[in-house]
């Protein structure tokens, strides 16, 4: 099933710039699942999290679902509101995947609208990545 995914998105594995992007992905879906998995073993509810964090329950309930994108502060509010404890840690690229290099791309500039260009900007952060 993952394979005709990966072959509709146009997803090669076999190339390390888009297996390094998928590794990274799914990292970021197995924190949200322990997370959420370790609030249920506290037996703790939605509810709970969302006094604790001071926010509604369909609020908690969205920063759970599968399709996700919490900000990292988010992440950090929910993991205290369950009493745990999220570490980071910081690895240069080429020591993960060798041959890589990572380098900022930004738009265009010279654009009209400059409110635009700079909120597309901070939405989409692209990353250019090559071997």
Known sequence: MRDDIDDL???DLSDPVQRLATDLVESDR???RRLVALRNEKK???KDIANTMGVTQPAVAALERA???PK???IRRYALAIGALIRHSVTDV???SPGLTVSP????TGTSDRKTSLKTNVRSRFVQVSR
């Open 30 to 32: 197995q924190l949200l």
């Open 105 to 108: 791309s930004l738009p265009a």
């Open 72 to 74: 990292l502060s988010t």
């Open 94 to 96: 080429s020591s993960h």
């Open 44 to 46: 703790l509810t939605q």
């Open 9 to 11: 998105l146009g997803i």
């Open 67 to 69: 399709d996700a994108d």
